[in-house]
């Protein structure tokens, strides 16, 4: 049974966290992959309903020196938010009223920090992605308050950004759950946000957590690519990463660098 430690295809789990090589007894699966199965989709679920922990961000933000401000999008509640995705990129008409009030002109980058799909990933590693992002750009760039987004899609990036007026935007958002993780964090970034913006105008660095992408690493790589889009003047497919391979958190498997 390819469940067998001696399985020849036993060896590759231990490079990944993919279901491989799981043996079966009888015609399903055996009793630990099935309970092991049950456990992360319980782990799924639960982390798609789990808070904002908006309280803690801004706090650890603020122990780093970085204020941070709170915006919302048009969905109410998660409820609808979950049903009506359209509504999670819309930003709230008071939260774009507040954000044109600032008067900031027009910043170099916006930092976002959205609940998404997994508030428990955001919870666990947005503050930190976003202080090392931020104490890696250069220090003459004009960067808002962080903001702290509820019911956040990507694209809810792109009317902040417009109200605003930035140059580039970062968001940083949970993922939606997989089997494999529930915990990742995904980071997006956009040239000139306005409403209407499509995938292939965004770079994504993604798989942001413990086990995957260590935040550190992913700082640098959010880092270098905000810096080249800000040079270069555009994002998306066009902006290539030069930077090669890098190394997960949790294997010295090289994974490929280059965001989608």
């Not at 231990?14 to 992959?33: D, E, S």
């Not at 801004?58 to 509504?87: F, K, N, W």
């Not at 690519?225 to 800000?230: A, K, P």
């Amino acid at each position: 049974m390819s469940g067998s430690p001696d399985h020849p295809l036993a060896v590759l789990r231990r490079h990944t966290q993919a279901r491989i090589a799981l043996g079966r007894h009888g015609a399903g699966l055996p009793t630990a992959a099935h309970l092991d199965f049950a456990e992360a989709h319980a782990r799924a679920r639960d982390a798609v309903h789990a808070r904002f922990d908006e309280d803690s961000i801004a706090a650890a933000l603020g122990d780093g020196g970085v204020h941070s401000l709170r915006v919302a999008s048009e969905a109410e509640g998660r409820p609808q938010y979950l049903r009506r995705p359209d509504l999670g990129r819309r930003l709230a008409c008071a939260s774009k009223a507040d954000l044109e009030a600032l008067g900031l002109g027009a910043p170099d980058l916006c930092l976002v920090i959205g609940d998404g799909l997994s508030a428990e990933a955001v919870n666990t590693y947005a503050a930190e992605t976003a202080l090392g992002v931020l104490a890696l750009l250069p220090r003459d760039l004009q960067v808002t308050p962080v903001l702290l987004a509820t019911g956040a899609r990507v694209a809810l990036s792109d009317p902040i950004g417009e109200a605003l007026r930035a140059r580039l935007v970062l968001m940083l958002i949970g993922e939606r759950p997989g089997l494999s993780a529930a915990d990742s964090l995904g980071a997006y970034i956009t040239h000139a946000p306005r409403s209407g913006r499509t995938d292939a105008d965004r770079n994504c660095v993604s798989n942001i957590r413990i086990g995957g992408l260590a935040p550190s690493l992913a700082a640098a790589k959010l880092a270098g690519l905000l810096t080249r889009s800000l040079a270069l003047g555009f994002s998306g497919v066009r902006l290539k990463d030069d930077e090669g391979l890098i190394e997960t958190a949790a294997t010295s498997i090289p994974i490929a660098g280059t965001s989608p």
